[in-house]
């Protein structure tokens, strides 16, 4: 089956960097994928990667080592109005069937 | 369009009410979805369908029942739902396949309440 594990929450001030972590376990692998979703709102997509290597998107960078089952997002210059829940997410073989991480839900200060 | 659009954007529902929640994207994606989202927790698979066949149900009890009349729509039948179904359902669609499933593009989904 497949699992993800990232952390529950995350607290950083405005401007700065913050990295939020994702390991998961699958039983075949088909790219990794983050997703971020406001209080109230609906899940939007962020990055996605296939390969190793790192992704860039504006501010929102997305890391992946598959050797290590590990991936990662970055934000960087933070704003208060990236405070919200970012989900990692795989999908779950055949199908199309996308398995969420339990999400991290980040809050930015001023 | 890039959008997924979904009605109601509120329901309020009796157990032994009928209703439906729908669907409908014109992004030609041929892989629709429907999720279910609790407070505090992520979003739930319910049901896949890929070109416009029931292609995935994670044992999701009879009381829902999805359809999907052709490629652009995707409906929700609801019928003698419990008060712990009360939730935001979230509707998604992407490209076909494993790989196309990692970039979904969700409706602003349907919050129920069943009383």
């Known amino acids: 089956g497949q699992s993800l594990e990232q952390p529950s929450e995350v607290t950083a001030v405005e401007g700065a960097i913050v990295q939020i972590n994702c390991t998961y376990q699958?039983?075949?692998?088909?790219?990794l994928s983050w997703y971020q979703q406001h209080d109230g709102g609906a899940p939007t997509f962020l990055s996605y990667?296939?390969?190793?290597g790192l992704e860039e998107t504006g501010r929102f960078s997305s890391f992946l080592s598959r050797s290590d089952s590990y991936g990662y997002l970055l934000l960087q210059e933070l704003q208060m109005k990236d405070s919200a829940s970012y989900f990692c997410?795989?999908?779950?073989?055949?199908?199309?069937?996308?398995?969420f991480g339990q999400g991290t839900e980040l809050s930015v200060k001023p | 369009d890039t959008e997924v659009t979904q009605t109601p954007k509120h329901l309020v529902m009796g157990m032994t009410n009928k209703k439906s929640l729908k669907c409908e994207q014109h992004?030609?994606?041929?892989?629709m979805y429907w999720y279910k989202q609790k407070a505090k927790k992520p979003p739930e698979l319910m049901f896949v369908?890929?070109?416009?066949?029931?292609?995935i149900n994670e044992s999701v009890p009879s009381r829902f029942s999805p359809e999907c009349p052709n490629s652009s729509l995707l409906n929700l039948h609801l019928h003698a739902l419990q008060p712990e179904d009360s939730a935001l359902y979230l509707c998604?669609?992407?490209?076909?396949?494993?790989?196309?499933?990692?970039?979904?593009?969700f409706g602003a989904g349907s919050r129920l309440t069943v009383l």
């Open positions: 369908y890929s070109y416009e066949k029931l292609s």
């Open positions: 992004m030609g994606h041929r892989a």
């Open positions: 990667n296939a390969l190793d």
């Open positions: 699958t039983s075949g692998f088909y790219g």
């Open positions: 997410a795989v999908p779950g073989g055949q199908g199309g069937k996308l398995i």
């Open positions: 998604a669609s992407s490209h076909s396949g494993t790989t196309g499933a990692n970039v979904l593009t």
